[in-house]
């Protein structure tokens, strides 16, 4: 028994050898940087246009996903 314990261990440590970290594809990267950017600034603006303080448009939504995607890219990089 402790020789198949053995053995597991060390196919994980090989296994662990093996495994390279990488940043990603930056296409992907960039894909979820926008999703995610557009459904925060959705959320932003809409709790804005509760408060009456901006309307709810999609002309408010894009602008602020663009720039939530800008700054994301500037510190990310």
Known sequence: MSDESERAGGD???????IEWSEGDPRVLFVMNL???????????????????AAF????????????TAVTYLVTN
């Open 35 to 53: 999703v995610l950017s557009t459904v925060f600034a959705a959320v932003v603006v809409y709790g804005l246009s509760y408060l009456d303080l």
């Open 57 to 68: 448009s999609v002309v408010n939504v894009a602008s602020a996903a663009l720039v939530l």
């Open 12 to 18: 994980d440590e090989k296994r662990g050898e093996e």
